[in-house]
């Protein structure tokens, strides 16, 4: 045998070994992607919201604790606007805790940090704060009222600061929609005395949210390579206290693990704050826009009031 000969041969047997890694490792991420279940997290805003046509808040607190511990959903973060503390709501928050769930802050009075400015919503994020520090099952999560971080970068990165002195960490989310506008259409037709097909209304209900759940989850991967731990955006509101229970059997169904808050803001995402100027969505839409993706393709279709009203009607919901 030549020396030629023998390179040749080594230089062959290196790149088939090389090849042979490659589908072993191709195989195993492969079988890691298939095996490794979606995860989401399940928060509401804006607890405890007031009585409506269909129910009253302690009968909606009533229900969504029923529906979370009958799925045995491991938490859920309740972020609660503290204005609308008092004694009969406080009970409210007394029974999400009691049930194992956690409260966190989403400001006073519910006022985008662009319109308050920075000096004025450091102030009301510190009311809420006081109200709510010493709450049972208080996690330091800061949720923004219409996600609205700030008006520029100067200001946003000020009220991250003075938040983070404060201890807390940013309760951002990855999954939006506009549930609060379909209970807000359940709860106007119940006012108006309309008839509700419920059985239309939990279907509309849950293949709406589904599918924004899956819309970002795919905007997820083509950003990230990967499906994150996402952070489901809900209201405390009729709807969910409604379906809630139902769209939960539908993601577990389609494969979906829901986990805790806490486990989905350990997620690597938490800590990525590249494109802090873009804030007015989400955490996914704010990574996905960094890596090119143009912002028309960042919002799902039933984020957008004229669209579910028409699709409301289509469904059958009221009659
Ligand atoms: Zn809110």
Known sequence: MNEAYCINLARMSATYVKIIFQIVFMGILAATSLCHAKELAI?????????????????????IIAALQKAKVPDALFFVQADRLNKSTQMRLDQYAAAGFHIANHSYSHQSASALGKKNYIADAKSAHL???????????????????????SSILAIRDSLSELGYKDGYITIANYDWHISNLLA?????KKNINYENAKKFYVDTLFSAIEFYDEVARKALGKSPKHVLLLHENDAAALFLGDLIAHLRSKGWKIISPQKA???PISRDLSNISYHHQNRVAAIARRSGIPEDKLYHVSENVDYLDKAFVEAGVVY
């Open 43 to 63: 928060t509401f805003d804006d607890a405890p919201t007031p009585d409506s046509a269909l129910m009253s808040g302690n009968e909606r607190t009533q229900k």
């Open 188 to 192: 106007k037709a119940s006012e108006n």
């Open 131 to 153: 109200l709510l520090k010493n709450q049972n099952n208080f996690l330091p999560f800061h949720r923004f009222p219409y996600l609205d971080c700030g008006k520029d970068k």
């Open 265 to 267: 803001y350990e997620d």
